[in-house]
């Protein structure tokens, strides 16, 4: 296939790289930037560059932007692809998304996918790009009653061929609620972590617990401002499930009921075991 | 030196296998279950079995238990103790052990310090004890004004030789503090974390920040629950600032105010690189 990547950030970047390295196909590339774009095709990232007003030579396009731009972008992209083309994007929610694209891309007659491919970084932009990003990690395809599966077909296996560790298809709706809980609410709660005035003074005393719970509160706040608000519902419904359970673990200590704390937490560590549990049971 | 732990679970067997394997003192050994004591001197943990009520033989006695066992085998063991030896305990709180045990060990003429080496698992008990468990950890030593400075260069030398990375200095108020928000904040919040209806629907779905700020919601509900009750007033504070934080960005998306929630995310990156910055200077 010929591919058109474009924006090559971190996510974009890693995914053309992961294309190159592991499978056959060509891979073009768009950035606004246009010192990444040299810097791409000199480093062979990308074969060449793409020009945004003429995509009918692409068998395949794969928008890897920030939401906002995403749905400008794909919006756009659709004006020149060629019918029976399949346009991808890797936007980390995708109701939104999903709802927007979807009529445009059948009105096209494009096969559109909203994907998320579940990898990241402290890092961000193409300087932090890499070969394997993928390499273990899960990669989320959604579909709806109108997606062709025969290039849900095509798209899983261009993951494996990247060294995806699975291909998980699901809805929209159901993609986004599960990443409120388990990406967008640790970053709010690793981000809001820090916010102590003990931070600063903690030098020689942190455990692996105080990194691994601020490990991404180093974030990029423009994407992820952009994220959570297309995500609000979900995400507002784990933030304040958070809030009240933090809120029962206050009762039990400024009551100094020990026994409730111990129920609080063995509650806690049962979920945590049961949820081990089925990961290692996926393995 | 002749030393004796006294109990014998993660923290005490990983200790006394430590100084056995890093060190040339002799390693006594006590713990509640017959059990554990047996197959302690069997494989060589401990070097022989302790009569918890005869420690007169002893130079140094290290109790490894849970806050309210370590004040109560404290007080015991310092009936028994010679004139001149060292009392260590290592739980992890400091300022209701240490407010407790000096007065007693002053006036039986034994040298105690409280201690609080920064390691652990997701595991407890003697079988999850292992050689190296303090392997480039922190040793956290608290001064008092009684404190003998001879027997705590004794003791950073006896972290040192056991592979710890560093002994840190500090008073018990200032640990507790500091701990309240490095490491209990950390468990209790993890521990909320888990209890979502959206937790066993996540297969497939978790990627890295997930996986990290759930890791320690599996722990031991019964020594946690002491110690967070041990040192309310400190992990009082830290919670009651997390949820207030929390809200903030609940504020955020409510409102769906995108510069607002930038503005929180920003806050929280920057922390979390100064954090990272004061990190790297240490090391």
Redo the contacts between chains.
């Keep these: 296939m010929d591919i058109a990547v474009v924006g090559l950030g971190l996510i974009g970047a890693s995914f053309a790289k992961g294309i190159k390295q592991h499978t056959n196909n060509k891979v073009y590339g768009f950035d606004i930037n246009n010192e990444t774009l040299t810097k791409a095709k000199r480093d062979g990232t990308i074969d060449d560059i793409v020009l945004m007003n003429n995509l009918s030579d692409f068998d395949m396009v794969i928008v890897a932007l920030y939401p906002v731009n995403t749905i400008e972008v794909c919006t756009d992209a659709l004006k020149t692809m060629k019918r029976g083309s399949t346009l991808v994007d890797l936007c980390g929610i995708k109701g939104s998304i999903v709802d927007k694209i979807e009529p445009l891309a059948l009105k096209a007659e494009v096969d559109y996918i909203g994907t998320h491919p579940?990898?990241?970084r402290e890092l961000w932009g193409y300087d932090a790009a890499v070969n394997d990003l993928f390499k273990g990690?899960?990669f989320?395809i959604t579909k709806t009653e109108n997606t062709n599966m025969e290039k849900v077909k095509i798209l899983r296996n261009l993951a494996e061929e990247m060294l995806f560790k699975?291909s998980?298809i699901t809805t929209p709706k159901?993609?986004d609620?599960?990443?409120?809980?388990?990406?967008q609410?640790?970053?709010?709660?690793?981000?809001?972590?820090?916010?102590?005035?003990?931070?600063?003074?903690?030098?020689?005393?942190?455990?692996g617990?105080?990194l691994?719970?601020?490990?991404?509160?180093?974030?990029n706040?423009?994407m992820?401002?952009?994220l959570?608000?297309m995500n609000?519902e979900p995400?507002?419904f784990?933030?304040?499930?958070?809030?009240k359970?933090?809120?029962?673990?206050?009762e039990?200590?400024?009551n100094?009921?020990?026994h409730y704390?111990?129920e609080?937490?063995?509650?806690?560590?049962i979920?945590?075991?049961?949820?081990?549990l089925?990961?290692s049971k996926?393995c």
């Design positions: 579940m990898a990241g990690a899960s989320i699975e998980v159901e993609h609620k599960i990443i409120a809980f388990t990406s609410l640790a970053h709010v709660v690793s981000n809001a972590y820090v916010k102590s005035p003990s931070l600063l003074e903690e030098k020689g005393f942190s455990a617990s105080f691994d719970l601020t490990r991404v509160a180093k974030l706040e423009y992820w401002s952009e959570f608000v609000k995400l507002l784990e933030v304040d499930n958070i809030i359970e933090l809120e029962k673990y206050r039990a200590l400024e100094d009921d020990i704390m111990e609080l937490l063995k509650e806690g560590r979920l945590k075991e049961k949820s081990n089925a990961h996926k």
